[in-house]
């Protein structure tokens, strides 16, 4: 390391549009907030393609990281007051940290970037904790064991069971601030609910963090933010388009670069084009950002390849792809729609795509557990029924180049459409 980290440096404050301010006092999250990986988060938006349906949301993976890192400073806090945990500096440093840099493995235009070149952020985030020069030596300044510890408690391994629940869970300190800053840069309001009184509720209790029962209602408002996020604002059928566009436009690249029919491409993404993920090495991994990818994209607009310069056009203009929601469809149904795109001189494998859009995953099913005086302790969908409510549901979209084709056309195939 060329810089020797200090024991105590002043507070450091930034003003931040959800916390108001963040405080560090800590010299070794300080050193990693100036590192090359975690100032590169400023260039990747927390929510891909979101910005193309909710103009606000242009906010950084680097404005929620730190909110992340200052929501569970906060709860620290508050565990600290008033339950005496965690009484042992290293616990602290190791919480912060892992919520400092829980995101810093994130490519550009994250989930559509994973999607397109098999990635995965969370083996990015263990890998730049555990081989990045900077990172690992600021790390390994607490002791030799640290980076590993980091890296432990955000992929979720049980040497620290009660710092992982803090981490990722149902009720974590990242989704804590992502709901909150995405509803004020998406301008919803429906993400929002009261992150103080929801501090003030949680507890640690053995190896989980619990609720108590004055806190059931504050934590109803939290699950139905989620759900309104994720089925408003997350799951937007536009916001789906255009990630599945984005990942056609790489697909189209990587395959006319392997064929050594790419005029440009740049040389930072040329390891992806090339190679497996375990092949690229991580300082390779950190060349890359959202800048990049988006001057790629001007060039591709005039490449000789007339399906990558229509896409890449598509993606920068936001001509999106139309939708419809559809019942499931055969293998059948989607032969022929195959056929009707192939006659009009459209190659299907670009300009069709069928898509499940399933919000089993992202809501709420079961992890809250809630505390009463007699330190009883209940999962919190057998006390509210409006949480008991909340059911998953999955639909079936179609998108397709809606200048081209017209919707009739699909329903000459597809019968009645629903929705
Ligand atoms: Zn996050």
Redesign the pocket.
């Known amino acids: 390391m060329e810089t020797e980290i200090r024991q105590f440096i002043e507070e450091k404050v930034m003003k931040d549009p959800i916390h108001d301010w963040i405080y560090v006092k800590d010299p070794v999250l300080w050193g990693l907030i100036n590192t090359r990986a975690f100032q590169r988060l400023r260039r990747i938006r927390?929510l891909g393609t979101s910005s193309y349906v909710f103009h606000g949301s242009e906010h950084s993976?680097f404005t929620?990281?730190l909110g992340?890192y200052e929501t569970m400073r906060k709860v620290l806090s508050h565990f600290l007051r008033n339950h005496g945990w965690p009484n042992d500096e290293r616990i602290h440093k190791l919480a912060l940290c892992a919520a400092l840099l829980?995101?810093i493995g994130?490519g550009p235009f994250s989930h559509s970037f994973e999607g397109a070149f098999q990635t995965h952020h969370e083996n990015w985030t263990r890998r730049i904790i555990l081989e990045d020069e900077e990172i690992n030596g600021i790390l390994r300044q607490v002791d030799d064991h640290f980076p590993q510890d980091v890296a432990s408690v955000i992929g979720k391994e049980d040497k620290f069971p009660l710092l992982v629940r803090l981490i990722s869970s149902q009720l974590d300190v990242?989704?804590m601030?992502?709901l909150l800053r995405d509803a004020l840069h998406t301008g919803v309001i429906y993400g929002k609910y009261e992150l103080e009184r929801l501090i003030r509720v949680m507890r640690p209790y053995g190896d989980d963090v619990v609720v108590k029962s004055s806190g059931v209602h504050t934590v109803e408002q939290y699950v139905l933010a989620r759900y309104f996020m994720y089925t408003q604002v997350y799951l937007h059928h536009k916001t789906i388009g255009s990630d599945l566009l984005l990942r056609k436009v790489l697909l189209r690249a990587q395959t006319l670069y392997r064929q050594g029919e790419l005029d440009f491409y740049p040389v930072e993404l040329v390891p992806f084009f090339d190679r497996s993920e375990a092949e690229v090495q991580v300082g390779e991994y950190l060349r890359l950002d959202e800048s990049i990818m988006i001057y790629a994209f001007h060039q591709w607009r005039n490449e000789e390849d007339r399906i990558l310069a229509d896409l890449a056009s598509r993606f920068l203009d936001r001509r999106l792809y139309g939708s419809v929601v559809s019942d499931p469809l055969s293998n059948e149904t989607l032969e022929s729609l195959r056929q009707l795109l192939l006659a009009r001189g459209l190659d299907p494998e670009y300009y069709l795509v069928y898509q499940e859009i399933a919000t089993a995953g992202f809501l709420y099913k079961e992890g809250i557990r809630v505390i009463d005086e007699q330190e009883h302790l209940r999962e919190i969908h057998e006390i509210s029924n409006l949480i008991r409510s909340i059911v998953p549901e999955i639909k079936y979209r179609l998108y397709y180049p809606k200048d081209i084709l017209q919707e009739k056309e699909l329903v000459s195939i597809l019968g009645n459409l629903g929705g």
Do not use: G, K, L, P
């Open positions: 927390q993976r929620h990281s992340t829980h995101d994130h990242d989704r601030d992502y």
